[in-house]
């Protein structure tokens, strides 16, 4: 009879500690949720803000509300302002029927007039908040509002966010996260830097000559680089050719094409260059610190407008000295124009300096924005280019 109640008494207990197991007490269903692809940050006035969203159309997705056929976008946009970001994301729930889940987001963005008040003080809920990642893509949104980009709507992708991280993530190897730029904000050494998407007048009118009239859509292009501060406040922007040249100088870049003129007659040359690098070395001398940055990468001829013969090894050796003096002096402008204009150091040669002489570093690293300016830094070049065609292409195009 013990046995009995014994046994009972255990299947009972095990029958009710099984009933735990056969669900989630805190799951949500899909239709009960909405996902954040992109995020975007404005200022809205003075000492106001704004937080958009673009939000997956799950009915659209699922094919449920006919798609294109319904003119539908597959996306939708909703913002809401507040006196920070956390109060600006509760209101904004607050106007939406599903529950907002921000972990398949792809992008946040933001517009330039809040980037050149400072961004720093608005990233803290995405640091703070563990439902964020610190691996999210940061753009800033040049001459637009971050709320106009996300509610555009673009070509071959759905959402604007998603297709500039693509867009990025085909030129450089770096990624360019929340987390990477929290990186430099704590560095004393390093100032911090995060792409460009531009929205232009320029790009826009290309878009509308090439594309059906009926169905409008704005292009834009991850186009520069914007640098900040060491209050995370916008400084200014490195165009195209600049922000490749930067890329390369940090080695963020896989592959540029560089096409410049090496005749007199100022008849262009193209080579496709892979196998970027960038060395900085720091020397004392004189009683204060030298910088010297090498770049070098292997190219190839894809076009050749000139005189000279890829074949000929007297040719080449020509060409690539010439391509090695152009690129040095464009390099060389660029790092002035960062420690003239806008005293940043974005190539790192503050932290070269604190790993290679730290003594020395322990007494300028609080006044090194003042001091970067002070070094005096030179540039030189290897290419290696490799003997690609026979013929001179001129000679044959040209009559």
């Not at 391509?323 to 040669?349: C, H, P």
Request: glycine share 8%.
């Amino acid at each position: 009879m013990k046995n009995r109640r014994h046994i009972s008494f255990s299947v009972f207990m095990i029958m009710t500690c099984l009933l735990g197991t056969t669900g989630c007490w805190d799951s949500r269903e899909l239709n009960d949720v909405v996902f954040i692809i992109g995020t975007g940050l404005d200022k809205v006035g003075k000492g106001a803000f704004s937080a958009s969203v673009q939000l997956a159309d799950s009915t659209v997705q699922a094919g449920e509300a006919g798609g294109e056929a319904s003119g539908s976008t597959g996306y939708k946009v909703e913002m809401a302002s507040g006196k920070d970001l956390s109060d600006a994301l509760t209101n904004l729930q607050s106007k939406l029927p599903r529950h907002l889940i921000t972990g398949h987001r792809q992008a946040i963005v933001i517009g330039e007039a809040l980037a050149r008040d400072g961004i720093g003080s608005y990233l803290d809920e995405f640091i703070r908040n563990p439902d964020n990642s610190l691996r999210t893509d940061l753009f800033i949104i040049k001459g637009d509002t971050a709320q106009d980009f996300l509610q555009n709507k673009y070509a071959f992708e759905t959402f604007s966010a998603l297709a500039a991280g693509k867009e990025q993530k085909l030129v450089s190897t770096y990624e360019t996260s929340l987390r990477n730029l929290l990186f430099d904000a704590m560095n004393n050494a390093t100032s911090g830097t995060l792409p460009v998407i531009d929205t232009g007048s320029d790009l826009n009118s290309m878009a509308s000559n090439s594309r059906d009239q009926s169905k409008p859509s704005p292009a834009f292009a991850v186009n520069g680089t914007a640098l900040f501060n060491r209050k995370l406040q916008l400084v200014g922007y490195l165009q195209h050719e600049q922000s490749l040249l930067y890329l390369w100088g940090v080695n963020r870049l896989q592959h540029i094409t560089l096409s410049e003129p090496v005749d007199s007659s100022g008849n262009l040359i193209s080579l496709q260059m892979s196998h970027l690098h960038s060395k900085i070395h720091i020397m004392p001398h004189k009683g204060h610190m030298v910088a010297q940055m090498t770049l070098s990468g292997i190219g190839r001829i894809v076009e050749n407008h000139t005189k000279w013969r890829p074949s000929e090894l007297r040719d080449i050796a020509v060409v690539q000295q010439r391509l090695d003096k152009t690129v040095s002096n464009k390099m060389q402008r660029l790092i002035i124009k960062t420690q003239e204009q806008y005293q940043a150091d974005v190539f790192g040669f503050g932290e070269k300096i604190h790993q290679t002489y730290p003594s020395e570093w322990k007494h300028i690293k609080m006044n090194w924005q003042q001091e970067f300016p002070k070094i005096e830094i030179e540039v030189k070049t290897q290419l290696t280019i490799l003997h690609e065609g026979e013929l001179k292409t001129g000679d044959i195009f040209v009559g």
